[in-house]
């Protein structure tokens, strides 16, 4: 299983990172986690399979989380040849499907029936999903918007959690326990913290309950790069830490190659 991290930055334009869009790649599957603006030509730039993405999965309905799905679902018909004829399955919290519907009505009437097939999968939280063989896609409620989820993605023995965004909360990383990557929004420094986003004391005090392989940070906002962000993790979580950029990659081994 392969994570890489498309982008890593937040509502507030940056030259170095684009909104939220991170890729998981496993037994098939290529599974676009949030897609919001900039993630589409940054998955050009960084060479990535834009055109082979089987499963697109958002996290809640803020525009820096889906502002590029239409974007990426216009590239499929008219941005390469032959068009995508393959299926691509939209997964989201109850609500997806009026998004999309909403989408089509601003953006591109065809939305809803671009050329190939499209299902919309609204997956409600606490419930979980196959996207294929032993790949396994599974939603908690968090505290961020009334549709925020987290995602867990399970293959060959190992899991990834991706928090979206969310304020702290502790059944979140009792959820994620042990899981091989904990792929966590990290806002805003605490001198400006707000209720629904962490803080890196936040994320260290998460990761100490999860006790995640490696933390990885996503979701970052210019001034909390200004302070030491591994170092307050580190006060309260002791394993590794990574800072993510755009492009950013992991290969997390199969389990199954060690039994």
């Not at 987290?150 to 959690?161: F, L, N, Q």
């Not at 400006?192 to 995640?212: D, N, S």
Request: glycine residues 8%; aromatic residues 6%.
């Amino acid at each position: 299983m392969r994570l890489t991290t498309i982008g890593t930055g937040t509502a507030a334009p940056s030259a170095a990172r684009v909104n939220a869009g991170h890729l998981i790649e496993a037994g098939g599957v290529r599974l676009l986690l949030d897609c919001g603006s900039g993630v589409v030509h940054r998955m050009a730039a960084l060479g990535l399979p834009w055109a082979e993405i089987t499963h697109v999965a958002l996290t809640h309905f803020h525009a820096d989380h889906t502002s590029d799905l239409a974007t990426l679902m216009v590239a499929w018909r008219h941005g390469q040849l032959p068009p995508r004829a393959a299926k691509v399955t939209l997964l989201g919290p109850p609500g997806t499907a009026a998004l999309v519907a909403r989408m089509a009505a601003a953006l591109w009437k065809e939305l809803e029936t671009p050329g190939y097939p499209v299902e919309i999968v609204e997956l409600p939280p606490g419930e979980g999903v196959d996207l294929a063989p032993e790949v396994r896609l599974s939603a908690l409620k968090v505290p961020h918007t009334d549709e925020s989820v987290a995602y867990s993605v399970e293959y060959g023995g190992r899991r990834v959690v991706y928090t979206g965004d969310t304020a702290y909360h502790p059944p979140l990383a009792e959820w994620a326990s042990a899981c091989d990557v904990l792929l966590c929004e990290c806002s805003l420094p605490a001198a400006m913290a707000v209720p629904v986003h962490l803080t890196p004391e936040e994320c260290g005090m998460l990761a100490a309950i999860a006790r995640p392989r490696t933390l990885v940070l996503t979701h970052l906002y210019p001034p909390v790069e200004r302070v030491d962000v591994r170092g307050i993790v580190a006060v309260r979580y002791h394993g590794e830490v990574v800072v993510a950029s755009d492009g950013w990659s992991t290969e997390i081994e199969d389990a199954r190659c060690w039994s």
